[in-house]
T-cell receptor, first 115, second 112 residues
């Protein structure tokens, strides 16, 4: 157990809908990262928040957004969902704002299925 | 559990043998490299890391080798056990270490 928690574990919804995925980082970690894992794309970095502020952005669609709250938990919002958004979504956390050796620890993931 | 890619390269080894998983990375400016293990239905689990100023680092039963000349990373697992069966990913970090770029993964299967 990494100490990172994610809810829900599974989510099934329809195209065009909006969902919110939640992540609680390990105690003491200030950074939260979101990744998408699909069968054809592998693990892709989406976005990082550090202490409430956006720190780095990857291949995140405009239909997706995230935020980090004062208690450091984070939410990933996915809107206007398409079939291709079906994937595993992982959250990771690290102690600092990034940098070499700032190890990222991953949560168990949320499996999103868009029908 | 969830499948992590249907067409991953697979390494099949006998229990007790040593395993070597290879990874080629793309960015010569990458400064930090990590190996993760992902079991079915779980998130990636940190195994070992190495900085670009090193060429070898050892952990418990695992060794990571880095060859910057050919941009190659390998993970050696000694005395492989059934519990080592999983998908293994290498990841490289950018200069700030924020964004991890993951390789495609290798599935390790350990035969008892």
């Amino acid at each position: 157990d990494s100490g990172v928690t994610q809810t829900p574990k599974h989510l099934i919804t329809a195209t065009g809908q909006r969902v919110t995925l939640r992540c609680s980082p390990r105690s003491g970690d200030l950074s939260v990262y979101w990744y998408q894992q699909s069968l054809d794309q592998g693990l892709q970095f989406l976005i990082q928040y550090y202490n409430g502020e956006e720190r780095a952005k990857g291949n995140i669609l405009e239909r997706f957004s995230a935020q980090q709250f004062p208690d450091l938990h984070s939410e990933l919002n996915l809107s206007s969902l398409e079939l291709g958004d079906s994937a595993l979504y992982f959250c990771a956390s690290s102690v600092a704002g990034g940098g070499t050796t700032d190890t990222q620890y991953f949560g168990p993931g949320t499996r999103l299925t868009v029908l | 559990g969830e499948s992590v890619g249907l067409h991953l390269p697979t390494l099949s080894v006998q229990e007790g043998d040593n395993s070597i998983i290879n990874c080629a990375y793309s960015n010569s400016a990458s400064d930090y490299f990590i190996w993760y293990k992902q079991e079915s239905g779980k998130g990636p689990q940190f195994i070992i890391d190495i900085r670009s100023n090193m060429d070898k680092r050892q952990g418990q039963r695992v060794t990571v080798l880095l060859n910057k000349t050919v941009k190659h990373l390998s993970l050696q697992i000694a005395a492989t056990q059934p519990g080592d069966s999983a998908v293994y990913f290498c990841a490289e970090a950018d200069d700030a270490g924020n964004m991890l770029t993951f390789g495609g993964g290798t599935r390790l299967m350990v035969k008892p």
